[in-house]
C-alpha cells in the first residue's frame, strides 16, 4: 500500500478492466497533481517483431479507451491522468511508454 495512491488491480470500467490504475487519495492529500493507469500485455518469447508491434498499437488503444470513461475520469479528482503501457517478450521489456495525445 501507498500512502499517496490507492493501486487498484483491474478497475472495471465501461469499457472492459484496467490493469492497474494509481488513484490520488485526494482526501488526504488535496494538492495531488498526478494519476496513473498502466496497461501490461505479455508475449511468448518466440514472438515475431510484427506481433510485438500489433501488440504495442492495442495496448496503446486499449489505455486510452479505458482513460476515456466515466468511472476513470471521477476517480482522478483533479489530476492529471497519465497513461502508460508496457510489453514484454518473455521476460525482455520490448516497450514502456506514456501515451502523450
Known sequence: MCRFYRPISELDNQNGYADIFLRPRQEI????????????????SKATDA???????????QVCRYADTVNAKEQIGTTTLHKVYVVYRGVEMVACEEVVE
Open 29 to 44: 492529500y488535496n494538492d495531488m497533481e498526478h494519476s496513473y493507469i498502466v496497461e501490461l500485455k505479455y508475449l511468448n
Open 51 to 61: 506481433q510485438v508491434a500489433s501488440t504495442i498499437e492495442q495496448a496503446k488503444a
